[in-house]
């Protein structure tokens, strides 16, 4: 029973160009939630999904950034313009509505 | 009024002695709080939640101490052991966890022999 997958691992990128972050979550799982990491700090909520909707995106800066849950599929956060302060971890967490969130390795993007 | 403090920062236990990770939060709507332990280079994981109609819970070598009216809970790791060095996080959540956790900001664990 595999938990939750993020891809890539680890992601390099080129200030101004697309960063796109994959997370697959657990089997049986309809709800995702994505959270950041900055160095030494702890995790900020960004943005909350279930299929096909978006539930609070309260959490995610107002421009360049976007997430999706499609229907079938893994969730997407996909980052525009990636500037340095994007460097970070990024976590995603599925569940099934109630209680646990499991938290997937993350995705480490770094941006030079 | 979202916020989730934490402390200490870090701290320095000697095996087989207790650890205390202490968190206090404003928001009286708050109705789960979990406790999640993370080592470099993975993601959280859960170590043990309570809700606020009880003041502690047990589980192993894990406790939590809940104090409603004082809106603050601890984690208290007795017989800490080098395998428990890692980093821990307070959290938070409205709705039984059915919403965005809100983080303390870590606690940075290491046990010494």
């Known amino acids: 029973n595999a938990g939750v997958m993020q891809n890539p691992r680890h992601l390099v990128r080129r200030r101004g160009q697309e960063a796109r972050l994959r997370c697959s979550p657990m089997?049986?799982?309809?709800?995702v939630y994505w959270y950041r990491q900055l160095p030494e700090e702890g995790l900020k909520f960004m943005v909350y999904?279930?299929?096909?909707?978006?539930?609070?995106e309260s959490g995610m800066p107002k421009e360049r950034f976007s997430a999706e849950f499609p229907k079938e599929g893994p969730s997407i956060l996909r980052i525009q313009q990636v500037v340095r302060g994007d460097s970070a971890a990024y976590f995603c967490?599925?569940?099934?509505?109630?209680?646990?969130?499991?938290f997937g390795p993350g995705t480490r993007l770094t941006v030079l | 009024q979202q916020q989730v403090k934490q402390s200490p920062q870090s701290l320095i236990v000697q095996k087989g002695g207790i650890s205390i990770i202490n968190c206090a939060y404003e928001n009286t709507a708050f109705d789960y709080f979990p406790w999640y332990q993370q080592f470099p280079g993975k993601g959280p994981a859960l170590l043990i939640a309570?809700?606020?109609?009880?003041s502690e819970k047990k589980e192993g070598r894990f406790t939590i101490s809940f104090n409603k009216s004082a809106k603050q809970f601890s984690l208290h790791i007795m017989d800490s052991q080098p395998g428990d060095s890692a980093t821990y996080f307070c959290a938070a959540s409205i709705n039984r966890g059915n919403e965005k956790l809100t983080f303390g900001t870590g606690t940075r664990l290491t046990i010494i022999p």
């Open positions: 089997k049986g799982h309809s709800h």
């Open positions: 967490a599925s569940s099934l509505g109630v209680g646990e969130q499991f």
């Open positions: 999904l279930q299929k096909e909707n978006i539930i609070d």
């Open positions: 309570i809700r606020p109609d009880v």
